[in-house]
């Protein structure tokens, strides 16, 4: 249940000092592209907050979010978010279990009617009356419809629960929709990735809380401090693209040399996320670092992009066919092919945008 | 020093990026010493190889401040060669950089007292006096 007494007031009680608040808040105006001044704000917005009621339902999902979000390490300044939300529902982390459960979730949203968030991971299945998924006797679409009624605010992880992910990948036998095609009267927030990267759900969390306002959004929905920019273009093996210097197999002399990984199928010119920036697992690295290209897994629809392992050129019968010979024209062609890229995304999303709606008619 | 999160083939390179940041720090420092505006950068939002970050690192140096504190995870404050241009290096998961920034600054306001926990002390130490005296 949500605490009556601010943030600043429950951890002082325990021993956190401001100095903590303040270290809190420089990491996370880091991580949302907020200039270090507005730490002080954040960290005063946070001590003032009260301690958010989240409940989270799990749809058709694979974990993998909750995995990502709970990743395994020593408590540290990333894990505060923890002490700053009160985790009322969420079936795989929570004690109770079976009615005692269901009753948490009803409690929770009765005693913060308003104000409450409801987080989901996984899609939403509608076809045959959305039986392919149920929790506690009733679909998914029943209990995502009657928990979000008084919620303040969906945050939507994943790219299941955002774009209706890989249930609703060709053929989507369960007719799986991303939660924006149930949930039409509330601020969604979309925070895709297969799974998201931490921070962009805790950042996001903290900045709710820190503000009360729902940060500044793509045309998806999704927070731009975190999807504003593509991997392609904070890629550390951006200046092999611009001077056409390309691996052509995952054995070849320009995998070794950690060329651009463009034409052995790379999604990072068509991807928005952070990847490059923020990195996974601490920070340690992300695939382009690790030697395999960007799946594109916080786009709409792509599972159904045409191959993991086909450059964007063919993969999608795109005219961006003639980018592959930027292998040999260099930045030039480099920059119209990222102008093309763009391009080419903004089709793929307006034709994902309608696919999973169509299908689950 | 070696940063924690870098590809491999970047850390070696130095891009020039340092001496670009350290222009920006002595155009924040004149401002301090004419009109006492701090200013601050958040290193982890720019493209710093390891290279750079080491070279802007020695290019400031260390002056006579040196501390380190224990906040949900270690971090370092120092103040540089430069009066008044303090290196702030927080630590996350594992002694990971989390962040990093520079502040130029006459003290970071993460090093002062905060008020509330000024009175929250004051509180402990009134009733660790009682409970002495009883």
Redesign the interface.
């Known amino acids: 249940m949500s605490d009556k007494k601010t943030l600043g007031e429950m951890l002082t009680e325990r021993g956190v000092s401001r100095r903590t608040f303040l270290k809190y808040a420089s990491y996370t105006a880091s991580i949302l592209a907020l200039p270090p001044t507005a730490a002080t704000a954040i960290a005063q917005g946070i001590a003032n907050a009260r301690r958010q009621s989240v409940i989270w339902l799990s749809f058709q999902e694979c974990t993998g979010c909750t995995e990502s979000i709970t990743r395994a390490h020593t408590p540290s300044i990333e894990d505060l978010i923890f002490d700053f939300i009160s985790l009322d529902y969420h079936h795989t982390l929570m004690n109770a279990s079976g009615h005692l459960a269901e009753e948490a979730r009803l409690q929770a949203m009765a005693d913060n009617a308003g104000e409450y968030i409801v987080i989901v991971d996984g899609s939403v299945p509608l076809k045959d009356d959305g039986i392919y998924s149920t929790i506690a006797g009733i679909t998914n679409l029943q209990m995502l419809q009657e928990t979000v009624k008084d919620a303040f605010a969906v945050i939507a992880v994943g790219s299941c629960a955002t774009f209706g992910g890989i249930p609703g990948a060709h053929p989507n036998p369960t007719g799986a929709v991303p939660v924006s095609e149930i949930v039409t009267d509330k601020p969604i927030i979309n925070i895709s990735g297969c799974p998201p990267i931490p921070e962009a759900m805790t950042g996001t969390i903290a900045y709710l809380l820190s503000f009360g306002s729902i940060p500044e959004l793509d045309e998806l929905g999704r927070p731009k401090a975190f999807y504003g920019e593509a991997i392609h273009d904070r890629c550390y093996r951006r200046p092999f693209y611009e001077r056409g210097m390309f691996a052509r197999s995952f054995d070849d002399e320009g995998a070794r040399q950690g060329w651009c990984l463009y034409e052995v199928g790379c999604k990072g010119p068509v991807t928005y996320n952070a990847c490059a920036t923020l990195k996974w697992n601490g920070g340690v690295s992300f695939p382009i670092q690790s030697g395999h290209g960007c799946l594109g897994c916080s786009e709409p629809n792509f599972w159904d992009m045409g191959g993991f392992y086909k450059p964007l050129s063919t993969a999608t019968g795109d005219p961006l066919k003639w980018a592959g010979g930027a292998a040999v024209a260099g930045a030039a062609i480099g920059a119209a092919s990222a102008v093309l890229a763009r391009t080419k995304r903004n089709k793929a999303i307006k034709a994902g945008a309608r696919k999973p709606s169509q299908e689950a008619k | 020093m070696q940063r ?2 870098a ?4 850390s070696e390179r130095a891009t020039g990026m340092a001496l670009s940041v350290l222009a920006e720090i002595s155009r924040m420092l004149e401002t301090l010493a004419d009109s006492g505006e701090p200013g ?3 290193l ?2 720019l ?1 710093l190889s390891d290279a750079d970050r080491a070279q802007l690192e020695a290019l400031l140096g260390r002056g006579e401040v040196q501390l380190e ?1 224990e ?3 270690a ?1 370092e404050v120092w103040e540089t060669s430069y009066s008044g241009v303090w290196w ?1 290096r ?1 630590r ?3 002694g ?4 990093e ?1 520079i ?1 130029v600054c006459r003290i970071p ?2 090093l002062l007292s ?1 008020p ?2 000024i009175e ?1 002390a004051a509180g402990r130490l009134r009733q660790e006096l009682e409970t002495t005296h009883v």
């Open positions: 924690d999160n590809a491999p083939c970047l601050f950068i958040d982890r939002s493209p504190l906040l949900a995870g971090s702030t927080h996350g998961a594992g990971k950089i989390a962040t920034e502040s306001e993460l905060h509330v926990d929250a």
